[in-house]
Structures are given as structure tokens and as C-alpha cells.
């Protein structure tokens, strides 16, 4: 346990998910919010992009420099992909780095290449905690004391928990697994055309990435592999929604011949049952994303289709917070070993 304050800065603090951040790390009680930095908008008041964050409004967004970032025990990296990982490797060993980018996500670098199209930049502990990892195993022993943190993206979040528990335990087929998942527009960050949002989201929703083509897709397979032990293949499609945050992922599988309804709730129960931010909701209740708007936690509901043989979970989360920047300081108190739920709200915003 660490007993000073930890200095943290934000990198790319002008966006969407570097103010999220900022929110949750201004009222951790162990963390002082360092350097704010940004591209285009070093220069202004963080007030001026970020009215809501009212006692860092007076801050100024300074330009990304290695050297700034440098001086702090901890360095959050919410930078467009491929932008991160150069920043990342001018800072010292010592410092603890969490990418809320793409970058060191994947293990493999072909599917990096396919995928992002780009040199792969290596691979870094995956920041998911409660993600199982075999039969009982879980991610986070590999985030305790670590100070290079790839925080997962935000669709693989709710889909890779909704889905790891069955494959865990041996209940799910590894083929067939179909996703189709549901987000608010701060999924697409702040460059989204204001037009766009005026005239062609806000009352309508629309796919895009079809056809196995989105990059989210081999985080997924990734890891839903390393829960099943066997490799997990998965149709996914996005859906971009009329709301300004929170995912609703509809996740089904196959399940194997003679699986019941008794064993699937139990294999989800048992996996997240000491789990802060993770909760399986009673039989019969279903997620929605209005109850986990700026909390950490997914909430799923999972049923046996018996007709076609198939599990349905559907999982809600908040894409900005345990989306990515509450995994981040969720990660970061395991890096400092701190409290992991400290800082990080469970209490949504709803209606
Ligand atoms: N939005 C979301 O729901 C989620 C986002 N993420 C990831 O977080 C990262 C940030 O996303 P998001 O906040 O949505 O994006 P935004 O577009 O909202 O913000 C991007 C930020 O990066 C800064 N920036 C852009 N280019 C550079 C550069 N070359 N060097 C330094 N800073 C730069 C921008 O500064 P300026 O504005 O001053 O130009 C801005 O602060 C991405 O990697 C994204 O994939 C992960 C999960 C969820
Ligand atoms: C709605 C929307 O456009 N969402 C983004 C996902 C953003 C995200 O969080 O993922 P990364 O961290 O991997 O960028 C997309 O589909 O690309």
C-alpha cells in the first residue's frame, strides 16, 4: 500500500474518454490530478471543453510531451490508436502507463495488422479484471503492481464478460457465438460530425462494421479464447444508438448438448459473485443501459433459449466509464495496490 498521494496525469484530457478520467480520478481520495495535456486544444481552460469538471476548470491543456508525463506516478494515455504507443515507449519503466487506446490489446500481431492495418506495438497486461482466464483463474492477477496497463476497448468490456463465464466452464460451443451490440455516440469520440448527430443519429439507429470487419472483433475472440481454453470465434456487428453514452450487447452462444438453465445461472453466478463491478441480475430481469450511466459496473441477464439450444446474455455498461476510463482506475488501484473499487461509483444515474 502506497501511503503518499498519487500524482496522475491525463493525455489527450480534451477528449471524451481523458474527461471521464478526469472525473473519476478528481474525486479519488489517494490521486491529484497532474498535467492535463491535448493536441489542438493545448492552450485553453480545461473549463472550456469540459464544463462539467468543475474544480479542474481553471487547469490548462498543456501539449503532450514524454518530459511533462514524465514527472508523474502515473500517466493516463486517452490518445487516438497508434498515437499511444510511441508516447508510451519515451516513458520511464517506473511510471505507470494505462492505454485506454487499441495499441497493446492484441497478443497477435497478424491480427493487429488485419485488424488496424499497422505495425503491432507489443502487448501489455490486459486491464479486465474479473475476466476469466480458465476454469478459475482471472486477469487480475497479471494488473497487480503492473506499470503497463492496455485498457480493454469498450465493446469487447461488456461482451467478453457476458459471454467468459459459459465458456469457462465448459458450457458453451466455441463456433457460433453471434453479438450484436448497441452504442451511444461518445463511442465514437469528440470528432464525431455534429451534422451527422443532428441529422442521422439522434432518431434512428444504424449498423456499421458488418460483415466480421470490426477491430473489436479479434479482443473478443482473444479473449473469450483465453476463458475457454480452445479458440472462440464470434459474429459481431455494431450499432450506433440515438444516446449520448452507455452499451447494450446481445450476446448469444450454442450451448453443448444437455447443458440446463440451473447450470448456465449457476457457472455466471459463481463467476462473478464476489465481483464489485459485475453483476448478474435475478432471472427474469434484463439491463438497461440508464442504470449503469457513470457507474463502473455491467449488469447482464442471461436465459436459456431451450428451443434453438442457446444462451442469451445481454450485458449493459457505460462505454466512457467501465467502458474505458473506470477500468482504468480500477486498474490503477490494483497497479498502487489500493482498494480496487476505490474512487469508482456503483451507483448509476437513471432515469
Ligand atoms: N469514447 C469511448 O467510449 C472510448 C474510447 N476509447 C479509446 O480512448 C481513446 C480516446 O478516445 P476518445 O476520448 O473517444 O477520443 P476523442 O476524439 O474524444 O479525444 C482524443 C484526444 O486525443 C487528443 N489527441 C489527438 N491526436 C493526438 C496526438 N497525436 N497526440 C496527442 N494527443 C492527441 C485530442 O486532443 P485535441 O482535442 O486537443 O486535438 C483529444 O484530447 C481512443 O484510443 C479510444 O479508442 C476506449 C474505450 C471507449
Ligand atoms: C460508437 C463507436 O464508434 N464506437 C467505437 C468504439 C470505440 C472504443 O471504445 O473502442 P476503442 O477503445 O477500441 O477505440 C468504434 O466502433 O470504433
Given at each position: 500500500m502506497v501511503c503518499q498521494v498519487i500524482r496522475v496525469a491525463v493525455a489527450g484530457a480534451s477528449g471524451y474518454a481523458g474527461g471521464e478520467a478526469l472525473r473519476l480520478l478528481a474525486g479519488h481520495p489517494e490521486v491529484e490530478v497532474g498535467a492535463v495535456t491535448a493536441a489542438s486544444s493545448a492552450g485553453a481552460r480545461l473549463g472550456y471543453v469540459h464544463p462539467h469538471l468543475l474544480p479542474l476548470a481553471d487547469r490548462v491543456l498543456a501539449e503532450t510531451t514524454p518530459e511533462l508525463l514524465a514527472e508523474h506516478d502515473a500517466v493516463v494515455l486517452a490518445l487516438p490508436?497508434?498515437?499511444s504507443a510511441a508516447l508510451a515507449a519515451q516513458l520511464p519503466a517506473d511510471v505507470l502507463v494505462l492505454d485506454c487506446g487499441a495499441d497493446h490489446r492484441l497478443a497477435d500481431p497478424v491480427a493487429w495488422k488485419t485488424f488496424y492495418g499497422s505495425e503491432h506495438a507489443g502487448t501489455w497486461p490486459y486491464?479486465?479484471?474479473?475476466?476469466?482466464?480458465?476454469a478459475t483463474s482471472k486477469q487480475r492477477d497479471a494488473l497487480v503492481g503492473a506499470r503497463r496497463v492496455a485498457v480493454p476497448g469498450c465493446y469487447p468490456t461488456g461482451i467478453s464478460l457476458a459471454l467468459a463465464p459459459g465458456f469457462a466452464a465448459g458450457l458453451l460451443e466455441p463456433a457460433d457465438v453471434v453479438v450484436v451490440a448497441a452504442s451511444g455516440t461518445s463511442g465514437a469520440g469528440k470528432g464525431l460530425k455534429a451534422n451527422l448527430l443532428g441529422s442521422e443519429v439522434m432518431g434512428s439507429m444504424s449498423p456499421y462494421g458488418v460483415g466480421g470487419v470490426h477491430r473489436h472483433t479479434p479482443e473478443v475472440e482473444q479473449n473469450l479464447t483465453g476463458a475457454a481454453g480452445e479458440p472462440v470465434t464470434v459474429s459481431f456487428t455494431p450499432t450506433l444508438a440515438p444516446m449520448p453514452r452507455g452499451i447494450l450487447a446481445t450476446c448469444t452462444a450454442r450451448v453443448r448438448a444437455g447443458v440446463t438453465a440451473a447450470q448456465l445461472r449457476d457457472a455466471w453466478q459463481q463467476a462473478y459473485a464476489d465481483e464489485p463491478f459485475v453483476v448478474v441480475l435475478p432471472e427474469g430481469s434484463w439491463p438497461r443501459t440508464s442504470d449503469v450511466l457513470g457507474s463502473n459496473v455491467v449488469e447482464m441477464g442471461l436465459a436459456l433459449d431451450e428451443r434453438v439450444g442457446r444462451v442469451v446474455v445481454v450485458a449493459a455498461e457505460d462505454n466512457l466509464t467501465k467502458g474505458t476510463a473506470g477500468a482504468a482506475v480500477q486498474c490503477l488501484n490494483l497497479a498502487f495496490g489500493l482498494?480496487?473499487?476505490?474512487?469508482?461509483?456503483?451507483?448509476g444515474v437513471a432515469p
Open positions: 490508436h497508434g498515437a486491464g479486465m479484471p474479473e475476466l476469466l482466464t480458465g482498494p480496487e473499487t476505490l474512487g469508482l461509483p456503483r451507483t
